[in-house]
């Protein structure tokens, strides 16, 4: 069964009136499937509280920007500390170079537009690929 990657602030965690929370529509929609999902982040120590990344209700991976997670080497690195291989995951996320740089390393990923916030289009993305 494949892990689910998340993208973690712009996509699961959301800002709303000054404060960031889950995105509970979409916490809603990872929970119909029944995969480990991990939350992906380059947040350092003090981002990862600002966030609220401390109160997830799933994994976080984090390299505290070093490297970025638009260097493909976030990846290779993510990959081998959480013992995963590549052709078992599948990864949304909001930033495009990100995007780019974990399909460079063979990671089936989608890219989430954090202003429209389509649901539905990640739904299929996952239906499709786990």
């Known amino acids: ?3 689910i990657l998340v ?10 009136s000054g404060a960031f929370k889950i995105f509970e529509d979409m916490y809603r929609l ?3 499937f029944p995969n480990t999902k991990i939350i992906l982040t380059g947040a350092n120590d003090e981002q990862f509280k600002r966030f609220g990344l401390d109160k997830m209700p799933y994994k976080i991976f984090t390299l505290k920007h070093n490297p970025e ?3 493909p ?4 690195i993510m990959l081998k500390q959480l013992g995963l291989d590549k052709k078992d995951v599948i990864y949304f996320e909001h930033d495009p170079d990100a995007v780019k740089s974990a399909h460079s390393v063979g990671i ?4 989430y537009d954090n202003s429209k916030r389509d649901l539905t289009a990640l739904k299929k993305f996952i239906e499709d690929n786990i």
Do not use: G, H, P, W
């Open 1 to 3: 069964m494949k892990t």
């Open 7 to 16: 993208d973690a602030v712009d996509a699961f965690v959301i800002e709303q």
């Open 73 to 76: 080497d976030y990846y290779r």
């Open 108 to 111: 089936k990923t989608y890219y």
């Open 30 to 32: 990872l929970e119909r």
């Open 69 to 71: 997670k638009q260097n």
